[in-house]
């Protein structure tokens, strides 16, 4: 750590890649909102597979507070980072999903702006069905 700095350089990093995973989630969520599909509790009276996703972010804030005061390490990010790469495939991609990509991407209107940011990382063949 550089003399007088305050975090460093590895508590920067980790609370960019925080941040930015839950910047990508809020926009997931969104996504959700805008689509109008597969939304729970809060929105609807429904409590589903969107409903738990929503804990996420108590999660991460406990993570930022036990983060700042030494109680965990980068090793809760892997972990709470893991489990919501596995939640979500498992919601997207798998056996049982809930939500296949082709229910993401026929949602939207064809040749529409707003549906390139739900293909995400899905390569241009999936958003063009």
């Known amino acids: 750590m550089k003399k007088g700095s305050g975090v460093s350089v590895q508590s920067r990093t980790l609370y960019g890649l925080v941040y930015l995973a839950m910047l990508l989630s809020l926009g997931h969520h969104i996504d959700h909102v805008i689509r109008g599909n597969n939304v729970g509790w809060p929105i609807t009276a429904e409590v589903n597979a969107f409903t738990y996703s929503l804990g996420i972010y108590p999660l991460i804030f406990l993570g930022l507070f036990l983060y700042r005061s030494n109680r965990v ?32 991407i026929n949602l939207y209107e064809r040749g529409s702006l707003a549906g390139w940011p739900s293909c995400g990382l899905w390569s241009s063949s999936w958003c063009s069905l």
């Open 73 to 104: 390490g980068p090793g809760y990010w892997a972990l709470l980072s893991g489990t919501g790469a596995v939640f979500v495939a498992w919601i997207h991609f798998g056996p049982a999903a809930v939500e296949p990509p082709a229910e993401i």
